[in-house]
């Protein structure tokens, strides 16, 4: 599998959900050299190379998996734009759906990131807490031993 062939009855825009499940099938050095292939023949801002690095930096499996990346490149007002004026309608119900996953991947990156502050957060609180009650044991015990000194002077 070296490069994602059109079926002979399509236009010239690739089905992008056809593409994308290609992707899926490649291994990792192949899905590799797809990305360096897209990266050199996408040079114009607004093409179907660069809705193909979309797909690439959408699927999970890719070394270069950023959706970070592939949401930003759908704010690109132009890119939209570019999407809607020439993408067959089912290319654009693929990108809607993509948008809407990406905005959910997001949300939810968010919301493990800000569960991961909050657990660093309460481990330190806690960990203070521990230092705190470990300082005042040793203080008690050492307050106790001194008793027991007391006691056994006293009992003398």
């Not at 099938?25 to 093409?47: C, F, N, V």
């Not at 330190?124 to 007391?150: D, G, P, R, V, W």
Request: hydrophobic fraction near 35%.
């Amino acid at each position: 599998m070296s490069t994602f062939e059109t079926q002979p009855n399509q236009t010239e825009n690739t089905q992008l959900s056809l593409y994308y499940l290609w992707l899926k099938s490649l291994t990792k050095e192949e899905l590799k050299t797809e990305y360096q292939d897209k990266l050199k023949q996408a040079t114009e801002p607004l093409s179907e190379e660069q809705l193909h690095l979309l797909a690439i930096y959408s699927l999970p499996s890719s070394h270069v998996f950023s959706p970070y990346r592939a949401k930003s490149m759908l704010n690109n007002q132009p890119f939209n734009a570019y999407i809607e004026s020439t993408q067959t309608p089912e290319n654009r119900a693929f990108v809607s759906i993509l948008r809407d996953q990406l905005n959910q991947q997001l949300l939810l990156m968010q919301r493990a990131d800000n569960l991961n502050k909050k657990a660093k957060q309460t481990n330190a609180q806690l960990t203070l807490q521990l230092t705190m009650a470990q300082q005042a044991s040793a203080a008690l015990e050492k307050k106790l031993n001194q008793l027991k000194s007391i006691e056994q002077q006293l009992s003398k």
